[in-house]
T-cell receptor
Framework: KNEVEQSPQNLTAQEGEFITINCSYS?????LHWLQQHPGGGIVSLFM???GKKKHGRLIATINIQEKHSSLHITASHPRDSAVYIC????????????FGAGTILRVKS | GAVVSQHPSRVICKSGTSVKIECRSL??????MFWYRQFPKQSLMLMAT?????????EQGVEKDKFLINHASLTLSTLTVTSAHPEDSSFYIC???????????FGQGTRLTVV
């Protein structure tokens, strides 16, 4: 079983829809990152969470440490949001080792 | 903010040759650089951790003689794929962090194709 599980694997949405991507993990973590990877491959860090909730523009990320679960929400989705969204956890046991989920491929249609 | 610059973005090489990938930290001194590999439709896998001035730490299953990592300065880490084979074709990406990975920065990635 992977230490980090993401769902869904693929998601197609209509422009304007509210989108939720989920991430569950099975180990103790010190932090969780949400990353965005565009078709060219480049990766951008969207959020780093250790507790609670963060918001940046149309993106909202939440984490529940007790339930070992995090969600990334996109409000008023737009075709330019189409990308792969990756959840990565910083393992408490291994210092700075990041373990990545498989990613969620999001396509937003206009 | 800090920027990590990775070069080249794409490279095609012949089987048996070596390829060097560079990763530069432009805005701050990166004492640690992480190298990842990503196969199509799979998640990133950590290959090795390089620390400035010391030997890299390789993950289990990664051949240190094949994937040579050098971190000679606080702003430059290099990954050399030696005697490349078609199965080494992959997407390689570097990453660094500051503040105990509270801020994570990624290179643009290198798409390696070995023919």
């Amino acid at each position: 079983k992977n230490e980090v599980e993401q769902s869904p694997q693929n998601l197609t949405a209509q422009e304007g829809e509210f989108i939720t991507i989920n991430c569950s993990y099975s180990v103790g973590i010190s932090a969780l990152h949400w990353l965005q990877q565009h078709p060219g491959g480049g990766i951008v860090s969207l959020f780093m969470l250790s507790s609670g909730k963060k918001k940046h523009g149309r993106l909202i990320a939440t984490i529940n440490i007790q339930e070992k679960h995090s969600s990334l929400h996109i409000t008023a989705s737009h075709p330019r949001d189409s990308a792969v969204y990756i959840c990565a956890v910083l393992l408490m046991e291994y210092g700075n080792k990041l373990v990545f989920g498989a990613g969620t491929i999001l396509r937003v249609k206009s | 903010g800090a920027v990590v610059s990775q070069h080249p973005s794409r490279v095609i090489c012949k089987s048996g040759t070596s390829v060097k990938i560079e990763c530069r930290s432009l805005d701050f001194q990166a004492t640690t650089m992480f190298w990842y590999r990503q196969f199509p439709k799979q998640s990133l896998m950590l290959m090795a951790t390089s620390n400035e001035g010391s030997k890299a730490t390789y993950e289990q299953g990664v051949e240190k003689d094949k994937f040579l990592i050098n971190h000679a300065s606080l702003t430059l880490s290099t990954l050399t794929v030696t005697s490349a084979h078609p199965e080494d074709s992959s997407f390689y990406i570097c990453s660094t962090a500051r503040g105990g990975y509270t801020e994570a920065f990624f290179g643009q990635g290198t798409r390696l194709t070995v023919v």
